[in-house]
Protein backbone atom coordinates (compact mmCIF):
# COMPACT_ATOMS: atom_id res chain seq x y z
CA UNK A 1 0.00 0.00 0.00
CA UNK A 2 1.34 3.51 -1.04
CA UNK A 3 2.33 5.30 1.94
CA UNK A 4 -0.33 8.45 2.17
CA UNK A 5 1.64 10.54 4.58
CA UNK A 6 1.61 13.99 3.72
CA UNK A 7 4.78 16.25 2.79
CA UNK A 8 4.15 17.94 5.92
CA UNK A 9 3.45 15.15 7.86
CA UNK A 10 6.70 13.82 7.55
CA UNK A 11 8.54 16.87 8.12
CA UNK A 12 6.97 17.32 11.24
CA UNK A 13 7.80 13.42 11.87
CA UNK A 14 11.23 14.24 11.76
CA UNK A 15 11.12 17.59 13.67
CA UNK A 16 9.42 15.72 16.20
CA UNK A 17 11.23 13.05 16.25
CA UNK A 18 14.33 15.08 16.54
CA UNK A 19 12.91 16.51 19.82
CA UNK A 20 12.26 13.15 21.13
CA UNK A 21 15.83 12.31 20.73
CA UNK A 22 16.88 15.55 22.45
CA UNK A 23 14.80 14.88 25.36
CA UNK A 24 15.69 11.03 25.86
CA UNK A 25 19.28 12.93 25.82
CA UNK A 26 19.73 10.14 22.92
CA UNK A 27 21.71 13.91 21.72
CA UNK A 28 22.76 16.77 24.05
CA UNK A 29 23.39 20.64 23.51
CA UNK A 30 26.50 20.66 21.71
CA UNK A 31 26.42 17.34 20.33
CA UNK A 32 26.37 17.26 15.82
CA UNK A 33 22.59 15.41 14.88
CA UNK A 34 23.18 12.50 12.72
CA UNK A 35 23.70 13.41 8.90
CA UNK A 36 20.62 14.24 6.37
CA UNK A 37 20.85 10.67 4.93
CA UNK A 38 21.33 8.99 8.36
CA UNK A 39 18.13 10.99 9.58
CA UNK A 40 16.29 10.02 6.57
CA UNK A 41 17.29 5.91 6.91
CA UNK A 42 15.88 6.82 10.37
CA UNK A 43 12.56 8.67 9.90
CA UNK A 44 11.92 6.35 6.60
CA UNK A 45 11.58 10.40 4.78
CA UNK A 46 12.93 11.89 1.78
CA UNK A 47 16.23 14.31 2.36
CA UNK A 48 13.74 17.17 1.72
CA UNK A 49 11.62 16.17 4.42
CA UNK A 50 14.93 16.18 6.73
CA UNK A 51 15.74 19.50 5.60
CA UNK A 52 12.23 20.98 6.14
CA UNK A 53 12.22 19.18 9.88
CA UNK A 54 15.71 20.89 10.52
CA UNK A 55 14.43 23.95 9.49
CA UNK A 56 11.74 24.36 11.62
CA UNK A 57 13.97 23.02 14.89
CA UNK A 58 16.38 26.00 13.63
CA UNK A 59 13.47 28.68 13.52
CA UNK A 60 13.04 28.06 17.26
CA UNK A 61 16.36 27.97 18.48
CA UNK A 62 16.56 24.10 19.66
CA UNK A 63 19.02 23.31 16.64
CA UNK A 64 22.01 25.36 14.64
CA UNK A 65 23.48 24.36 11.36
CA UNK A 66 27.10 25.66 10.92
CA UNK A 67 27.81 25.72 7.15
CA UNK A 68 30.75 23.26 6.22
CA UNK A 69 30.52 21.36 9.79
CA UNK A 70 26.95 20.11 10.42
CA UNK A 71 24.17 20.72 12.92
CA UNK A 72 24.17 20.69 16.10
CA UNK A 73 22.03 21.19 19.18
CA UNK A 74 22.03 24.50 20.61
CA UNK A 75 19.84 24.14 23.37
CA UNK A 76 18.39 20.90 25.22
CA UNK A 77 15.26 23.10 26.52
CA UNK A 78 12.50 23.45 24.50
CA UNK A 79 9.68 25.48 26.49
CA UNK A 80 6.08 25.09 25.66
CA UNK A 81 5.55 27.75 23.01
CA UNK A 82 8.49 26.66 20.93
CA UNK A 83 7.17 22.93 20.36
CA UNK A 84 6.57 22.01 16.81
CA UNK A 85 2.90 21.87 15.62
CA UNK A 86 1.12 19.28 16.91
CA UNK A 87 3.61 18.32 19.53
CA UNK A 88 0.65 19.08 22.75
CA UNK A 89 -0.46 15.46 22.75
CA UNK A 90 1.92 15.12 25.64
CA UNK A 91 1.39 17.93 27.31
CA UNK A 92 0.82 17.79 31.22
CA UNK A 93 -0.89 19.55 34.12
CA UNK A 94 1.95 20.96 35.32
CA UNK A 95 2.79 21.77 31.81
CA UNK A 96 -0.52 23.31 31.45
CA UNK A 97 -0.55 25.36 34.86
CA UNK A 98 2.59 27.08 33.62
CA UNK A 99 0.71 28.14 30.69
CA UNK A 100 -2.49 29.03 32.78
CA UNK A 101 0.39 31.82 34.28
CA UNK A 102 1.24 32.78 31.12
CA UNK A 103 -2.13 33.32 30.18
CA UNK A 104 -2.91 35.46 33.60
CA UNK A 105 -0.19 38.05 32.26
CA UNK A 106 -1.38 38.49 28.77
CA UNK A 107 -5.10 37.76 28.67
CA UNK A 108 -6.75 39.81 30.99
CA UNK A 109 -5.01 43.08 29.01
CA UNK A 110 -5.98 41.16 25.98
CA UNK A 111 -9.72 41.35 27.35
CA UNK A 112 -9.72 45.17 28.54
CA UNK A 113 -7.89 45.73 24.75
CA UNK A 114 -11.26 43.80 23.12
CA UNK A 115 -13.57 46.17 25.34
CA UNK A 116 -12.34 49.35 24.05
CA UNK A 117 -11.51 48.29 20.22
CA UNK A 118 -14.24 45.90 19.42
CA UNK A 119 -16.19 45.68 16.49
CA UNK A 120 -19.68 45.05 15.84
CA UNK A 121 -18.88 41.77 13.71
CA UNK A 122 -16.21 40.58 16.63
CA UNK A 123 -19.35 41.01 19.62
CA UNK A 124 -21.91 39.32 16.75
CA UNK A 125 -18.66 36.24 17.26
CA UNK A 126 -18.27 36.60 20.70
CA UNK A 127 -21.99 36.32 21.46
CA UNK A 128 -22.18 33.12 19.14
CA UNK A 129 -19.90 31.39 20.96
CA UNK A 130 -21.10 32.11 24.28
CA UNK A 131 -24.79 30.28 23.16
CA UNK A 132 -22.99 27.61 21.47
CA UNK A 133 -20.98 26.99 25.10
CA UNK A 134 -23.91 27.13 27.10
CA UNK A 135 -25.60 24.10 24.40
CA UNK A 136 -22.01 22.24 24.84
CA UNK A 137 -22.73 21.79 28.09
CA UNK A 138 -26.15 20.99 28.15
CA UNK A 139 -25.08 18.16 25.92
CA UNK A 140 -22.09 17.59 27.79
CA UNK A 141 -19.70 18.30 25.26
CA UNK A 142 -16.55 20.51 24.56
CA UNK A 143 -17.43 22.74 21.55
CA UNK A 144 -15.03 24.77 19.32
CA UNK A 145 -16.30 27.55 20.97
CA UNK A 146 -14.95 26.99 24.37
CA UNK A 147 -11.65 28.17 22.95
CA UNK A 148 -12.88 29.90 19.86
CA UNK A 149 -14.26 32.87 22.78
CA UNK A 150 -10.55 33.68 23.58
CA UNK A 151 -9.40 33.75 19.87
CA UNK A 152 -12.76 36.01 19.41
CA UNK A 153 -11.37 38.04 22.49
CA UNK A 154 -7.54 37.98 20.74
CA UNK A 155 -9.19 39.35 17.62
CA UNK A 156 -11.13 41.59 18.73
CA UNK A 157 -7.97 43.32 20.92
CA UNK A 158 -7.05 44.41 17.13
CA UNK A 159 -3.28 42.73 17.65
CA UNK A 160 -1.90 40.14 15.55
CA UNK A 161 0.76 39.39 18.13
CA UNK A 162 -2.17 39.01 20.58
CA UNK A 163 -3.79 36.35 17.95
CA UNK A 164 -0.65 34.64 17.44
CA UNK A 165 0.08 33.72 20.58
CA UNK A 166 -3.45 32.93 21.35
CA UNK A 167 -3.36 30.23 18.65
CA UNK A 168 0.42 28.92 20.34
CA UNK A 169 -1.48 28.67 23.52
CA UNK A 170 -4.39 27.16 22.65
CA UNK A 171 -3.15 24.14 20.45
CA UNK A 172 -2.04 22.54 23.76
CA UNK A 173 -5.56 22.58 25.20
CA UNK A 174 -7.07 20.38 21.85
CA UNK A 175 -6.11 17.16 23.76
CA UNK A 176 -7.16 17.97 27.28
CA UNK A 177 -10.68 15.99 28.10
CA UNK A 178 -11.86 18.47 30.56
CA UNK A 179 -14.98 19.54 29.71
CA UNK A 180 -16.55 23.23 30.55
CA UNK A 181 -19.04 23.96 33.18
CA UNK A 182 -21.46 26.29 34.10
CA UNK A 183 -18.66 28.35 35.69
CA UNK A 184 -17.02 28.80 32.57
CA UNK A 185 -20.04 29.81 31.13
CA UNK A 186 -20.65 32.16 33.67
CA UNK A 187 -16.82 34.01 33.17
CA UNK A 188 -17.45 33.79 29.48
CA UNK A 189 -20.71 35.51 29.58
CA UNK A 190 -19.00 37.99 31.83
CA UNK A 191 -16.63 38.94 29.61
CA UNK A 192 -18.30 39.35 26.52
CA UNK A 193 -20.95 41.91 28.16
CA UNK A 194 -17.66 43.59 29.69
CA UNK A 195 -16.50 43.61 26.13
CA UNK A 196 -20.01 44.55 24.60
CA UNK A 197 -20.74 47.31 27.18
CA UNK A 198 -16.78 48.72 26.51
CA UNK A 199 -15.85 48.26 30.13
CA UNK A 200 -12.55 47.70 30.72
CA UNK A 201 -11.66 47.07 33.62
CA UNK A 202 -14.65 44.78 34.13
CA UNK A 203 -13.36 42.89 31.43
CA UNK A 204 -9.95 42.29 32.81
CA UNK A 205 -11.80 41.34 35.98
CA UNK A 206 -13.80 38.84 34.80
CA UNK A 207 -10.89 37.37 32.93
CA UNK A 208 -8.64 37.56 36.24
CA UNK A 209 -11.53 36.04 37.94
CA UNK A 210 -11.69 33.40 35.39
CA UNK A 211 -8.29 32.10 35.79
CA UNK A 212 -8.48 31.75 39.73
CA UNK A 213 -10.87 29.35 39.05
CA UNK A 214 -9.37 27.50 36.36
CA UNK A 215 -6.04 27.32 38.48
CA UNK A 216 -7.52 25.62 41.46
CA UNK A 217 -9.64 23.16 38.87
CA UNK A 218 -5.59 22.16 37.28
CA UNK A 219 -4.57 22.19 40.39
CA UNK A 220 -6.88 19.33 42.46
CA UNK A 221 -5.87 17.47 39.23
CA UNK A 222 -2.16 17.62 39.73
CA UNK A 223 -2.39 16.50 43.42
CA UNK A 224 -4.77 13.62 42.12
Do not use: W
Given at each position: ????????????????????????????????????????????????????????????GLLETRPGIGTFV???????????????????????????????????????????????????????????????????????EDIGFHLALARAA??????????????????????????????HRSMYEAVRDGDS????????????????????????
Open positions: MADKRTRKKLFEEVSHGLVEMIRNEQIQPGDRIPIESEIADMFQVSRTAVREGVKTLAAIVDGHLGLLRNPIGAASSVKIAELLELLEFRQIVEPETAALAAQRRSPKDLNELERCVIELEKGIRLGIKPPQNSALVDATYLIFRFYENDPTLPDQSDLIATRARQAMFDHFSKLEKRYRSKKNR
